[in-house]
């Protein structure tokens, strides 16, 4: 019965999780996005597309219109299209530097990449959004 419940919640958690897209929960204290502390200057995108090529590319595709998975990680979403474009930048902040729970399929980034590197990240994916 115990197992029955543990499976039921983690069911539970595994669905918010989604519908969130991912960011369930990954919000300031205070419950706000973070705000941006770097401007998208041509030199913080250009910053940004060298860290996306080394860190995010293998699994978001050099385009960023997502990457095939295989039998151990699921499909990477497009970060050009919906759901990235309607969220907001401190979302897409936090996801990067935090990962996406429940089974972190998407590693947190919090212990490689700097607070600015990961906002030079969200400008160049802004960048490269399809309109």
């Known amino acids: 019965m115990d197992s029955v419940r543990f499976g039921i919640a983690g069911a539970v958690i595994m669905l918010l999780s989604l519908a969130g897209g991912g960011a369930a929960g990954q919000r300031n204290p205070d419950g706000s996005?973070?705000?941006?502390?770097?401007?998208?200057?041509p030199e913080?995108?250009?910053a940004g597309?060298?860290?996306?090529?080394r860190r995010c590319a293998?699994?978001?595709?050099?385009?960023?219109?997502?990457?095939p998975?295989?039998?151990l990680i699921p499909a990477a979403p497009s970060l050009v299209d919906d759901p990235v474009k309607s969220k907001t930048d401190g979302t897409i902040f936090l996801?990067?530097?935090?990962?996406v729970p429940p089974d972190f399929?998407?590693?947190?980034?919090?212990?490689?990449?700097?607070?600015?590197?990961?906002?030079?990240?969200?400008?160049?994916?802004?960048?490269?959004?399809?309109?």
């Open 33 to 41: 996005d973070p705000k941006g502390s770097v401007p998208a200057t």
């Open 44 to 46: 913080s995108v250009a």
């Open 49 to 53: 597309k060298q860290i996306y090529t």
């Open 58 to 67: 293998s699994c978001h595709a050099a385009n960023g219109e997502g990457g």
């Open 69 to 71: 998975g295989n039998d």
């Open 95 to 99: 996801i990067v530097k935090n990962g």
């Open 105 to 131: 399929n998407m590693v947190p980034f919090k212990d490689t990449l700097k607070d600015d590197e990961i906002w030079n990240v969200v400008n160049y994916l802004r960048s490269i959004a399809k309109k």
